[in-house]
């Protein structure tokens, strides 16, 4: 854990959150500035700044991601009309924190090219 992350502290209960999955690597979360009507972040309890600090080893650990928005989505009522995973990966794609997340997007016409 890295001890000034907020995602972090999300993940060690130091903040709270609107929580919506939990287990021992992963959690989703409802984004505090929500940007679709569905605005669901999902991160690895382990700190891994970014997608391109990954390792190999994390490989279970994306799948298990990539599972947890392919269910939330269905969950959440977005998955037959449609959703976005994004992942900012860096500050010139819009990263603001620094640990690995995802969003998962839906519930309205999303734009095309996004930003």
Same mark, same amino acid.
């Given at each position: 854990?890295?001890?000034? !992350?907020?995602? !972090? ?11 919506l999955y ?12 929500? +940007? ?18 990954l390792w ?32 900012? !990966?860096?500050? +010139?794609?819009? +990263? ?9 997007l839906g ?9």
């Open positions: 854990m890295a001890t000034d !992350c907020v995602f !972090c502290k999300i993940a060690s209960e130091e903040i709270p959150a609107d929580l939990e287990d021992d690597d992963v959690l989703a979360f409802r984004d505090l500035n929500p +940007q679709a009507p569905v605005h669901v972040l999902i991160i690895p309890r382990k700190h891994i700044r970014s997608l391109d600090s190999d080893a994390d490989t279970e650990i994306i799948g298990k991601i990539a599972i947890l928005a392919r269910d939330l989505a269905r969950r959440l009522g977005v998955a037959e009309s449609g959703y976005r995973l994004v992942n900012n !990966c860096g500050i +010139q794609a819009g +990263q603001t924190v620094p640990h690995l997340h995802f969003h998962l519930g309205r016409n999303l734009g095309w090219p996004p930003g």
